[in-house]
């Protein structure tokens, strides 16, 4: 098979790559979606006072989240939550949500301590003020804290994104179904075209690679964005 | 209390092991002016911050306006000391001795303890705070407090700094809020500065700002922690003279400085802070022009 062979081939199936680009990145943006509302919620618990038995129990149960999935592979993440879905619920016409939900669990704990470190670079005095005016502690965290937080990991957070949008390739080891259909993620999708096609399998391999480059491309330009954005809120 | 709208009774803090505050009692009256001088590390912003409870009484009560702010201090109410078990076995044991001398004992001993003092010092306890007790984000709202640092909210404009907390604690709409807002920063000439953010403002601008931001609350009394020492010289005129503007005015003030001028011309009392206790308190005149205590003499010589 000549190159320009190959490359008819991979046009051919533009549209099933396509496809699967779309599962890769839906997977990923609800991942972290999930991801940093649960990082806000575990930091806010691990950040909080400890006046009472129950933010004590809470924090226990956040650091053991944090330290377990911190402490533990992606991809066994994953096939724990995939089989266990298999074993639950037998019959999942659409399985979207369980990568969905494993890797913003995953992502979650990470998420977790980037805000967390967000929190504690933030001025003290931020939350005296707060609080001498009568505010909460939560409304305090929510309307002046979080947000300052969050402007100083901008740049981890995207970090840790862009981890996480490379990492759902890893979904390839389970089966995705829509509907009862099986559908691939982008590297499924490479994957199962190469056995196919076992002559084009590299050019499909590099084709993936270079749509993932072109995402984490984006989200950088798009990080840039924001920062500068958010930068020009203190002029 | 004893008609102060804040009163401070036997306060002790400790930060660890490091006893910060020995016992300080004070009152403030309404419409009264009251500087605070004393040495670094006398303690001054200590008592300051528990008058709102940034820090918490480690013993002792703060009451605002008739309000108990912090948990009842046992000690200092003879009525649920006698209501003790403690109380009831020495009085038993010493056949009608006198029971001030009792008290005394007890207080000096700090031979309560809670867990074993019966059911009615646990009643009088419970019914005493129930019947003052005033929650503590509900008195922060009624007390301003203005920091050395200023501590403006760096995410949001001046206004919304202003607006925030009367808005979020439902004590103003946002439309009264704005214009409350916008007619203390006609007060002080920052009107252009309403949508700005705070990195982009002066050192005195900003805590002009914060003063306002303060006096958008409608408070009963407003607390300065040094409040001019963070600025550049050149600054300071005009946050002392938005003061002097307030006590005219007839703002209750508590102030921590250093700015002796300041205590001179607008205070009605100074109090003395010397290793965690008011060693000497009276009116200007009286602590300028005639110290009692070796440690204000000492002080003044330093600072005059
Ligand atoms: N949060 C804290 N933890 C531990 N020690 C503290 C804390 N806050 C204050 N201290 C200590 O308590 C003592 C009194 O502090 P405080 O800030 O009340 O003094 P001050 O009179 O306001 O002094 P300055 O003029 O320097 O502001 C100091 O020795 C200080 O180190
Ligand atoms: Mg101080």
Not at chain 1, 109 to 129: H, L, N, P, W
Not at chain 1, 153 to 179: A, C, D, G, R
Not at chain 1, 181 to 210: H, N, R, S, W
Not at chain 2, 91 to 96: C, D, F, H, I, T
Request: charged letters at 20%.
């Amino acid at each position: 098979m000549t190159f320009s062979e190959k490359i008819a081939k991979l046009w051919d199936l533009r549209g099933l790559f396509g496809e699967s680009l779309g599962y890769s990145l839906l997977i990923a943006f609800g991942a972290v979606v999930l991801g940093f509302i649960i990082g806000v919620i575990l930091a806010v618990i691990r950040i909080a006072p400890k006046t009472n038995p129950v933010i004590k129990a809470l924090d226990k149960i956040a650091v053991l989240y944090i330290t377990v999935i911190r402490g533990t592979p992606t991809l066994v993440q994953l096939l724990i939550l995939y089989n266990s879905v298999l074993v639950w619920f037998k019959r999942m016409p659409t399985n979207l949500l369980v990568p969905i939900i494993a890797f913003g669990i995953n992502s979650g704990a990470y998420m977790a301590e980037i805000i967390r470190s967000g929190i504690s670079a933030v001025d003290v005095g931020q939350m005296e003020a707060g609080r001498s005016m009568g505010l909460s502690w939560l409304i305090t965290m929510r309307r002046v804290i979080i947000p300052q937080a969050i402007k100083t990991v901008v740049p981890t957070i995207f970090n840790e994104i862009i981890i996480l949008v490379k990492e759902t390739s890893v979904v390839s080891y389970i089966v995705l179904k829509v509907n009862s259909i099986q559908k691939y993620d982008l590297l499924g999708m490479a994957e199962k075209q190469g056995l196919a096609t076992p002559a084009c399998y590299l050019v499909f391999l590099f084709f993936a690679a270079l749509l993932y480059l072109t995402i984490v491309m984006l989200l950088t330009f798009l990080q840039h964005l924001i920062e500068r954005r958010l930068k020009k809120n203190e002029r | 209390m004893n008609g102060n709208l804040i009163e401070v009774r036997g306060l002790y803090k400790y930060f660890g092991k490091l006893q910060v505050l020995k016992g300080v009692s004070c009152g403030i009256k309404k419409g009264e002016r009251v500087v605070v001088l004393g040495a670094s590390g006398s303690g001054k912003s200590t008592m300051l911050r528990c008058m709102n409870l940034l820090e918490k009484p480690t013993y002792g009560e703060v009451w605002l306006d008739g309000n108990l702010l912090t948990p009842v201090d046992p000690y200092l109410h003879e009525e649920i000391i006698t209501a003790s078990r403690t109380y009831k076995k020495m009085q038993a044991a010493s056949n009608g001795a006198d029971s001030a001398e009792l008290i005394a004992e007890i207080k000096k001993e700090d031979l309560l303890h809670e867990k074993h003092e019966g059911a009615e010092y646990a009643r009088k306890m419970k019914a005493f705070f129930r019947e003052h007790y005033l929650d503590e984000n509900q008195a922060r709202a009624k007390v301003g407090m203005v920091f050395q640092h200023f501590n403006l909210f760096n995410n949001l404009t001046v206004l919304e700094n202003m607006t925030l907390a009367p808005v979020e604690l439902k004590l103003k709409t946002k439309e009264e809020a704005e214009s409350k807002a916008m007619e203390l920063l006609s007060m002080i000439g920052l009107t252009d500065k309403a949508n700005a953010y705070p990195s982009t403002l002066s050192g005195g601008q900003k805590q002009r700002i914060a003063i306002v931001r303060s006096l958008c609350m409608d408070p009963q009394v407003m607390l300065f922690d040094e409040p001019t020492s963070a600025l550049d010289p050149e600054m300071v005129g005009e946050v002392l003279d938005l003061m002097k503007r307030l006590a005219a005015e007839g703002m209750t003030m508590v102030v921590v400085t250093h700015e002796i001028g300041f205590a001179r011309e607008v205070a009605d009392r100074v109090l003395f802070m010397a290793d965690g206790l008011i060693a000497e308190s009276g009116t200007p005149d009286e602590i300028f022009g005639a110290p009692k205590c070796e440690r204000l003499r000492t002080f003044l010589s330093k600072v005059l």
